[in-house]
């Protein structure tokens, strides 16, 4: 069996002109969301065996939130390029390239891809994952490469636990 928790980056900030896209930090409010989230998460699932981020600033601060709440070395998360990318398909294959000594993966990505990914790969549609949603998915393989057909364990958004 494997574990897969995809993260859309938290909420980020479009305030600073003259910086690259891939530089875009955080807002207040994602920071605010990425630390409530992953302490839903924190309380709801083992820690991940790997955590892999986008390059993106704003992922990767997701990543570093997420990895706080869990302890895990911060050392230790994987950084993919190909993540920030926005072609089709490059989400699956950092996915289905993980080792398969890893039972579990929390991946940090962008909207590009993710909605498409979770309703193609799990057993529920979402319409669309939201900035810091947490979508969780079980597969019935020992093997990443192999990936199919899984089971939506769980969907965690901001907005599930903010006052109305």
Same mark, same amino acid.
């Given at each position: ?88 398909? %490059?989400?699956?294959? &950092? $996915? ?9 993966? +929390?991946? @940090?990505?962008? !909207? *590009? ?7 193609? %790969?799990?057993?529920? &549609? $979402? ?9 969780? +998915?079980? @597969?019935?393989? !020992? *093997? ?21």
């Amino acid at each position: 069996m494997k574990t897969l928790y995809i993260v859309r980056h938290a909420k980020s900030s479009w305030e600073y002109e003259g910086i690259k896209d891939i530089d875009r930090p955080l807002k207040k409010r994602g920071i605010k969301d990425a630390y409530l989230i992953s302490k839903v998460l924190e309380k709801k699932i083992k820690c991940p065996s790997v955590f892999v981020s986008s390059c993106a600033n704003r992922a990767l601060h997701t990543a570093l939130i997420f990895s706080y709440a869990f302890n895990f070395p911060l050392a230790n998360i994987k950084i993919s390029k190909s993540l920030y990318s926005f072609s089709d398909g %490059y989400l699956i294959k &950092t $996915i289905k390239a993980l080792d398969d000594g890893f039972e579990s993966a +929390i991946i @940090f990505s962008h !909207d *590009h891809g993710i909605s498409d990914f979770v309703n193609a %790969y799990g057993d529920h &549609t $979402i319409d669309h994952v939201p900035t810091c949603g947490v979508v969780g +998915i079980k @597969f019935k393989t !020992d *093997h990443w490469k192999n990936i199919k057909n899984g089971k939506t364990l769980f969907t965690d958004f901001p907005k599930h636990y903010k006052k109305k």
